[in-house]
């Protein structure tokens, strides 16, 4: 079974720091691109980082400056450093990897991690 799992979401103060990590497991082929994306109550989903197999780098304008996209291929794993955090990144962050893998080529999502931004 191929699955994404994230973790490092909760509950932080604004202008604090939180760390995410998604990794994939299972019998897979090959990972392309990894990205991040999140909900908030309300809203459609956001693209907020993806990084390539490669390296190559883009965020969202909201996340400029403040968030960093980064991957290890050794590990499957891909991370998302978030720092001087908002209320308004109060959101489900949801990981998503292009693979190939046993069970098909496409995109797979992790299950999500809630990540709270309030004083």
């Known amino acids: 079974q191929v699955q994404l799992v994230e973790s490092g979401g909760g509950l932080v103060q604004p202008g604090g720091s939180l760390r995410l990590s998604c990794a994939a497991s299972?019998?897979?082929?090959?990972?392309?691109?990894m990205s991040w994306y999140r909900q908030a109550p309300g809203k459609e989903r956001e693209l907020v980082a993806a990084?390539?197999?490669?390296?190559?780098?883009n965020y969202a304008d909201s996340v400029k400056g403040r968030f960093t996209i980064s991957r290890d291929n050794a590990k499957n794993t891909v991370y998302l450093q978030m720092n001087s955090l908002k209320p308004e990144d109060t959101a489900v962050y949801y990981c998503k990897s292009v693979m190939a893998a046993v069970t098909g080529s496409g995109d797979y999502w992790g299950q999500g991690t809630q990540v709270t931004v309030s004083s």
């Open positions: 299972g019998s897979i082929f090959s990972i392309n691109a």
């Open positions: 990084i390539s197999s490669g390296g190559s780098k």
